[in-house]
């Protein structure tokens, strides 16, 4: 194995998982050639990775409309980009997308060895099938090590950081914007607070989120014990409102609402940080990722299989023990019965407590 090619069409938290097997193939064979095909939305984070030599994006909103263009359009566009991937002449494909698209485009480059995760007997044009009925009882980032393991590699297991590379323009803008607004690093103490999270949820989002007043509630008396605490409100440009909510129920606590920043700009705030506190989401795997400890809060998904990976960051998940939860499975988020109470019986104290102690 020379050139492997890695796909993951998911968002940002799965795409983080795959990137700790990426990392094991790196530690294993540094002079490996490592391509990544990923969606619109994580390719930013990707590039950040230095173990990736090639970033190949697969944007699905482009092609749909391409196919309700007309698929001529479609297949031109397509052709072009495998294309591209077929110049690299990779000869392994490691495919953690559970379909079986990628798998055929594999085998209709030429890929000899394709390995990946039998799903619902969708492993039709894979080479090498390693039996999977799902993400359950243990880390995904865990079985996508198996995959690294399957072609006899060494796995290790337990290390989630990663050395992702932050551009130095994005360092220093961050600086910038910190000062321009009174916030002083390395005197002031930075909570990152990100109330939002679950873009990939879609309208079901809300039952991954933590009330924003309570985020607040939190966030306000960690930093009323303290001197020179300043919050910092994170989320995409969306969310906006939602950090704005949030900021208003801080009153007399410094803090600076910054919606809509690059991932790479989000990413240099999170390292200024001393921890981050928030929801499942994307942005708690990047601040686990990048070393930054974290305060998580879980609703409907389990901990065990999505959460916080890895022994080399400190962080905590708080969740409350109704029984219901975790009723998140096999991909599928059931209709809430019961008034989201898995969050909104979450008492601000707990999550504080939880905040103290990552401090």
């Not at 006899?152 to 990663?162: D, E, N, T």
């Not at 998580?296 to 022994?311: I, K, L, N, Q, W």
Request: proline share 7%; with cysteine; glycine share 10%.
């Amino acid at each position: 194995m020379k050139r492997v090619l890695v796909v993951n069409p998911f968002g940002i938290g799965d795409v983080l998982f795959t990137l700790v097997m990426v990392e094991s193939l790196r530690r294993a064979m540094p002079e490996l050639e490592i391509g990544f095909i990923c969606n619109e939305r994580t390719e930013a984070i990707v590039r950040l990775d230095p173990s990736i030599d090639r970033t190949f994006v697969f944007n699905r909103d482009l092609f749909r409309r391409l196919w309700r263009k007309g698929p001529l359009f479609f297949a031109g566009k397509l052709r072009r980009l495998l294309g591209t991937v077929r110049e690299f002449g990779y000869d392994t494909l490691i495919d953690v997308s559970l379909g079986r698209e990628y798998a055929f485009f594999g085998w209709w480059l030429g890929i000899r060895d394709r390995i990946g995760f039998d799903y619902r007997g969708r492993g039709t044009f894979l080479t090498r099938r390693v039996p999977f009925r799902g993400y359950a009882d243990r880390p995904v980032a865990e079985a996508q090590l198996d995959l690294a393991a399957a072609l006899g590699l060494p796995a290790q297991r337990g290390a989630a950081r990663l050395p992702l590379r932050i551009p130095e323009e994005d360092t220093a803008e961050v600086k910038r914007i910190l000062r321009k607004a009174g916030f002083v690093p390395g005197e002031d103490l930075f909570l990152a607070v990100a109330p939002g999270g679950g873009r990939s949820w879609g309208a079901n989002a809300v039952y991954k989120q933590w009330d924003p007043g309570r985020f607040a509630e939190a966030a306000g008396r960690f930093a009323a014990a303290r001197r020179r605490v300043k919050v910092l409100l994170l989320g995409d440009r969306a969310e906006r409102e939602l950090l704005d909510r949030t900021a208003a129920a801080l009153p007399g606590v410094p803090s600076l609402v910054l919606a809509g920043h690059p991932i790479a700009r989000a990413a240099a705030f999170l390292r200024a940080s001393a921890a981050l506190l928030c929801n499942d989401g994307g942005l708690l795997h990047l601040a686990n990722a990048l070393g930054v400890p974290t305060v998580s809060v879980f609703g409907p998904v389990d901990e065990r299989v999505y959460g916080p990976y890895g022994t080399d960051t400190r962080h905590a998940v708080v969740t409350e023990p109704v029984p219901c939860r975790p009723c998140y499975r096999d991909f599928r988020f059931p209709p809430c019965a019961h008034e989201r109470r898995c969050l909104d019986l979450l008492p601000a104290e707990k999550v504080l407590r939880a905040l103290e102690e990552i401090i």
